[in-house]
Structures are given as C-alpha cells and as structure tokens.
C-alpha cells in the first residue's frame, strides 16, 4: 500500500482478552465500551447515520473542542489542588 492510502484510512482494532478481566463478563463490556468511546467510534457512527450540514458539523466540533478544553483545565486545577 502507499502512504497516502493508510493516512485516508483510520484502522483501529480492539481486542478485550478474558484473562485481563479475570473471566467476568461484564468487566469485559465495560473495558471494550471504553476504549471505542475513547477513540469515539460510536459517537462517528451516530453522527454519519444522518447528514449534517458543515455549519452545523462546525458548530458541534467547536462546541465539543471548548467542553474537552474546560473538562482537562478542570483536571488541572484539581491536580493543582491536591498537590499543595
């Protein structure tokens, strides 16, 4: 393969063995869950399901960007916090 077709491609797998969540079921869901809700394959799923204007894909990536930002600037302040 060239180097631009595996930039256009973004491949991830995940793999969620019963040995590192000792046998239990639900510790495996849990574990899969988050790691497609950290690269958010759902949330793409759900947002290609229907046609968005490019404004509007604008406006919620925006919005998104300044929640992310607040959520690690609170992180920090905690931390900051908790260190002295």
């Known amino acids: 393969m060239e180097g631009n077709e595996m930039s256009r491609s973004k491949r991830v797998n995940f793999s969620v063995d019963a040995r590192s969540c000792k046998n239990n079921s639900d510790r495996m869901i849990r574990r899969f869950l988050k790691k497609t809700k950290k690269s958010r394959i759902i949330e793409e799923i759900r947002d290609r399901r229907y046609h968005k204007k490019p404004s509007v894909a604008k406006r ?24 002295n």
């Not at 919620?60 to 260190?83: S, W």
Request: glycine residues 0%; proline residues 0%.
């Open 60 to 83: 919620d990536k925006r919005i998104r960007a300044e929640r992310t930002r607040l959520r690690e600037e609170k992180k920090r302040q905690k931390r900051n916090r908790n260190r």
